[in-house]
């Protein structure tokens, strides 16, 4: 249903509860609870209608962030060049309605790598959207719930290495996806994520 075919449903809806409010009001007391229950319905209507319009809007703007950026296993990534400290780049993915990219499995963080050496460079490291602020060595993401999966750099590194130093993840292009930890403070690009249906 279109934005516009909903909004004429909302202003047609509006219009009757205006005529029946009217009616109401010239009537005598016995029709007023009937005309009462048929206005509260009106108004059930309209919000609901109103509901819909909001929920359209918010999946009009996913489908423009997405044609931005790219399509993920029921996600959107929209990368971000700009460098910015880890706190910095989070604000940011949370104003846009999203939050800092967190892959939840190998293939999702393969494809994040990948869209992340397309679109922002080969030889760069974006935020993830993990830290261990709150207690080292308890690896979080943004909602505050253990982190699954992890892609450490384990072979010549040994990450994460930097203790309470290094308090927020990175995901490095040069190291092939493979994770580090680094101070919250650098500034590096990011991608936000969001959620689609």
Known sequence: ?????VLLMFCLLLLTQYTLQQTTSKKRNGKKDSN???????????????????????????????????????KCFLADPV?????????????KGGSLSTPLTGDENDQL??????S?????HIWLGVNDM???????????????????????????DGGRSQNCAILSTTANGKWFDESCRAEKASVCEFNIV
Not at 1 to 5: A, I, P
Not at 54 to 61: D, H, V
Not at 138 to 149: E, I
């Open 83 to 95: 460098k910015k400290n880890f706190h910095t780049a989070s604000d940011d993915c949370i104003a």
């Open 36 to 74: 009462n229950s048929a206005i509260e319905e009106l108004k059930k209507q309209i919000n609901d209608i109103v509901q819909e319009v909001n929920l359209l809007k918010e999946q009009q703007a996913l489908q423009t962030v997405c044609l931005r950026g790219t399509k993920v296993l029921g």
């Open 134 to 160: 709150v207690t080292d060595g308890h690896w979080v993401d943004q909602s505050g719930s253990s982190v699954r999966f992890k892609n450490w750099e384990t072979e010549i590194t040994l990450q994460p």
């Open 113 to 118: 790598y990948n869209y992340v050496r397309q």
């Open 1 to 5: 249903m279109g934005v516009r075919t």
């Open 120 to 124: 922002i460079g080969p030889e760069e």
